[in-house]
């Protein structure tokens, strides 16, 4: 995996005393650091967005961390919260939705006040104790991209792991794993994966970890203790697909014990007419907004539903064979699709979020 | 898209007085057609099934414009055209009479038939039902099914 340097760093007045800063300054001695309270405008480029990852800006954030997951208009939703610590990625995949939704963003951000974070989680926590939480941050980063530079997981992982009604999700695309493997998750942390093909990540994930790059550091994850989760999202379509898609789940359910795994889910490409020119103007190359989507009623396009339930079910049956009690879930999609695939749909939200509580 | 693309799709886009959205719609396929198939966007244009619309003096604009925009629509979305072929071919094979009408939504999305009934009588409506009745154990109406729920391809 590509290692991230960025450009410029800049820290926002009041974001020196973090332990982001301090972890920042160590690893990038020799990148300069401006101070400021806003940064200014990025110059004028033919990739603004692709710029802005380039360019590191430390802040408080204002407002909330957490969040439930907005989910998407009509479909059968997890019941998950997340938490955003930092917004933006140093990765940069060809159908990421951030490329419409963060467009005008200056920079990628990373939120210093991490301190604020654990307050608000501990009081949500503790106010509830009988509701049992399934937090993520990897909804507008990537959970442990910029782990090593930052080091947050060592900031919040020793604090959900020892809180009983809680699973933190860290949901990456790298093998960003060293500061997990120090710590003790005591069953309270799964480590996830989105996983694709090789050839689609050689065509469509730049800067993410290999296929066995991602495999090995899930395995040194479920050595030092940590649950695992796999995310076969967004799956796409192309000539050879079952082929290679078949033998990504036999690969991966070979590498890891599925009795450590809390839960696999399942999502096409979506993309909306605004992310696929983004796409098109910024990955020319990319055979992604090529495939038969359709506009779907919560506004994302999808391989029309005869296409997508074909390849659902295809998955899901190389999946029950390597594992049949594995939980798997299927992301944004409708309750017809949900029928269509599984043979039944969740009766609401609550419903599926509690079928993964068990696993914890 | 280079200048020749450009210029191939002024001309249909100036005889067929494209509007702003269908043109954005042709705009999209003709560009993820190429990208797809590998070649420019005057050759898609070129092609014959494409020309003889764009050409054709019995047709009027709008006519034209329909048409060109169905025939990019087929060759953009290939699996689902076909497959929306057969479900249509398969409603029609059942004969139904013209106050039933059994349709499916565009693209497929939610997978359901809808069926609906225009009677002007009670005779009416019960002569209706028991046609559909009759339409519902037909292997065409499974069939329908089947491919909407993706467990055959077209």
Same mark, same amino acid.
């Given at each position: 995996?590509?290692?991230?340097?960025?450009? $410029?760093?800049?820290?926002?007045?009041? %974001?020196?005393?973090?332990?982001?800063?301090?972890?920042?300054?160590?690893?990038?001695?020799?990148?300069?650091?401006?101070?400021?309270?806003?940064?200014?405008?990025?110059?004028? %480029?033919?990739?603004?967005?692709?710029?802005?990852?380039?360019?590191?800006?430390?802040?408080?954030?204002?407002?909330? &961390?957490?969040?439930?997951?907005?989910?998407?208009?009509?479909?059968?939703?997890?019941?998950? &919260?997340?938490?955003?610590?930092?917004?933006?990625?140093?990765?940069?995949?060809?159908?990421?939705?951030?490329?419409?939704?963060?467009?005008?963003?200056?920079?990628?951000?990373?939120?210093?006040?991490?301190?604020?974070?654990?307050?608000?989680?501990?009081?949500?926590?503790?106010?509830?104790?009988? *509701?049992?939480?399934?937090?993520?941050?990897?909804?507008?980063?990537?959970?442990?991209?910029?782990?090593?530079?930052?080091?947050?997981?060592?900031?919040?992982?020793?604090?959900?792991?020892?809180?009983?009604?809680?699973?933190?999700?860290?949901?990456?695309?790298? @093998?960003?794993?060293?500061?997990?493997?120090?710590?003790?998750?005591?069953?309270?942390?799964?480590?996830?994966?989105?996983?694709?093909?090789?050839?689609?990540?050689?065509?469509?994930?730049? &800067?993410?970890?290999?296929?066995? $790059?991602?495999?090995?550091?899930?395995?040194?994850?479920?050595?030092?203790?940590?649950?695992?989760?796999?995310?076969?999202?967004?799956?796409?379509?192309?000539? /050879?697909?079952?082929?290679?898609?078949?033998?990504?789940?036999?690969?991966?359910?070979?590498?890891?014990?599925?009795?450590?795994?809390?839960?696999?889910?399942?999502?096409?490409?979506?993309?909306?007419?605004?992310?696929? =020119?983004?796409?098109? %103007?910024?990955?020319?190359?990319?055979?992604?907004?090529?495939?038969?989507?359709?506009?779907?009623? @919560?506004? +994302?396009?999808?391989?029309?539903?005869?296409? =997508?339930?074909?390849?659902?079910?295809?998955?899901?049956?190389?999946?029950?064979?390597?594992?049949?009690?594995?939980?798997?879930?299927?992301?944004?999609?409708?309750?017809?699709?949900?029928?269509?695939?599984?043979?039944?749909?969740?009766?609401? $939200?609550? $419903?599926?979020?509690?079928?993964?509580?068990?696993?914890? | 898209?280079?200048?020749?693309?450009?210029?191939?799709?002024?001309?249909?886009?100036?005889?067929?007085?494209?509007?702003?959205?269908?043109?954005?719609?042709?705009?999209?396929?003709?560009?993820?057609?190429?990208? =797809? @198939?590998?070649?420019?966007?005057?050759?898609?244009?070129?092609? !014959?099934?494409?020309?003889?619309?764009?050409?054709?003096?019995?047709?009027?604009?709008? !006519? +034209?414009? +329909?048409?060109?925009?169905?025939?990019?629509?087929?060759?953009?979305?290939?699996?689902?055209? =076909?497959?929306?072929?057969?479900?249509?071919?398969? *409603?029609? @094979?059942? +004969?139904?009479?013209?106050?039933?009408?059994?349709?499916?939504?565009?693209?497929?999305? /939610?997978?359901?038939?809808?069926?609906?009934?225009?009677?002007?009588?009670?005779?009416?409506?019960?002569?209706?039902?028991?046609?559909?009745?009759?339409?519902?154990?037909?292997?065409?109406?499974?069939?329908?099914?089947?491919?909407?729920?993706?467990?055959?391809?077209?």
């Amino acid at each position: 995996m590509k290692s991230f340097a960025p450009e $410029e760093i800049i820290v926002e007045a009041g %974001s020196e005393q973090s332990p982001i800063f301090r972890n920042l300054k160590q690893a990038f001695p020799q990148i300069p650091f401006t101070f400021t309270d806003e940064p200014q405008a990025l110059p004028v %480029s033919r990739d603004p967005f692709g710029a802005s990852k380039r360019r590191l800006f430390l802040m408080r954030h204002r407002g909330e &961390f957490l969040k439930k997951c907005p989910g998407s208009d009509g479909q059968v939703c997890c019941n998950y &919260f997340v938490i955003n610590f930092a917004s933006n990625c140093s990765m940069d995949c060809s159908y990421c939705y951030l490329q419409e939704y963060l467009a005008d963003n200056p920079a990628l951000k990373v939120f210093s006040n991490v301190d604020n974070l654990l307050t608000e989680a501990d009081e949500m926590l503790g106010r509830h104790r009988k *509701v049992f939480f399934r937090i993520g941050t990897g909804e507008i980063t990537d959970s442990l991209a910029l782990d090593p530079y930052i080091g947050f997981c060592a900031e919040v992982v020793p604090f959900f792991a020892t809180q009983p009604n809680v699973l933190l999700e860290l949901k990456t695309k790298s @093998d960003c794993v060293e500061s997990l493997l120090r710590l003790d998750p005591k069953e309270r942390v799964v480590v996830a994966w989105s996983m694709n093909p090789q050839k689609v990540i050689d065509a469509d994930e730049r &800067f993410t970890a290999t296929f066995e $790059e991602r495999l090995a550091a899930a395995r040194r994850c479920q050595a030092a203790g940590y649950k695992l989760g796999f995310h076969f999202d967004p799956m796409v379509e192309y000539d /050879g697909w079952e082929a290679d898609y078949r033998d990504m789940v036999e690969r991966l359910f070979a590498a890891v014990d599925y009795r450590r795994i809390a839960w696999i889910s399942m999502g096409v490409l979506r993309t909306t007419p605004g992310l696929k =020119r983004a796409m098109r %103007s910024r990955f020319p190359a990319s055979r992604l907004p090529t495939g038969e989507q359709v506009l779907c009623p @919560d506004g +994302k396009m999808r391989y029309f539903q005869p296409l =997508r339930v074909n390849m659902y079910r295809k998955m899901l049956g190389w999946i029950r064979a390597a594992s049949p009690t594995v939980f798997v879930y299927l992301c944004m999609e409708s309750k017809e699709v949900w029928e269509q695939v599984f043979g039944f749909a969740p009766s609401c $939200e609550k $419903e599926l979020g509690k079928a993964m509580v068990p696993v914890a | 898209m280079n200048e020749a693309d450009r210029e191939s799709l002024l001309v249909v886009v100036e005889a067929l007085k494209v509007g702003e959205n269908h043109f954005k719609d042709l705009l999209d396929w003709l560009e993820e057609i190429s990208l =797809r @198939d590998g070649m420019v966007v005057a050759e898609i244009l070129q092609r !014959d099934q494409i020309a003889r619309i764009t050409s054709d003096p019995r047709l009027g604009r709008n !006519d +034209k414009l +329909k048409r060109l925009k169905d025939e990019l629509h087929r060759l953009r979305f290939p699996r689902l055209a =076909r497959i929306e072929e057969e479900i249509n071919r398969r *409603v029609r @094979d059942m +004969k139904l009479k013209p106050q039933l009408l059994l349709t499916v939504p565009a693209g497929l999305e /939610g997978g359901a038939v809808t069926v609906q009934m225009k009677a002007s009588s009670y005779e009416e409506l019960k002569r209706l039902a028991a046609e559909l009745a009759r339409v519902v154990d037909e292997k065409d109406m499974q069939e329908i099914f089947a491919l909407l729920r993706g467990e055959v391809s077209a």
